[in-house]
């Protein structure tokens, strides 16, 4: 079983910036992927970032140069910056671990309000 909890989010005017983590405890294996989710009211749920143990990234198109997924694998946490943030990007932002070839956790979301 893994555990996810997620902090950092907050209020934030535009332009601003947020720090996310989410720290993982459990039986987190040698090979999974982490990433950060989110939801805004009305629409489905979308990838935001996702990074591999070995750090290989994937970015949504529409945080490219602006937030930056990082990992500590000692520390089983999962960071994501996010710089210059707009009014679009207010959602619940969710943390996601795929064990490989084991499971698939969330954790429980971190609001994200951006006022423009």
């Known amino acids: 079983q893994v555990q996810l909890v997620e902090s950092g989010g907050g209020y934030v005017q535009a332009g601003g910036s947020l720090r996310l983590s989410c720290a993982a405890s459990?039986?987190?294996?040698?090979?999974?992927?982490m990433g950060w989710y989110r939801q805004a009211p009305g629409n489905e749920r979308e990838l935001v970032a996702r990074?591999?143990?070995?750090?290989?990234?994937n970015y949504a198109d529409s945080v490219k140069g602006r937030f930056t997924i990082s990992r500590d694998n000692a520390r089983n946490t999962v960071y994501l910056q996010m710089n210059s943030l707009k009014p679009e990007d207010t959602a619940v932002y969710y943390c996601?671990?795929?064990?490989?070839?084991?499971?698939?956790?969330w954790g429980q979301g971190t609001q994200v309000t951006v006022s423009s």
């Open positions: 996601r671990c795929i064990v490989i070839s084991v499971n698939d956790y």
């Open positions: 459990g039986s987190i294996f040698s090979r999974n992927i």
């Open positions: 990074i591999t143990n070995g750090g290989t990234t």
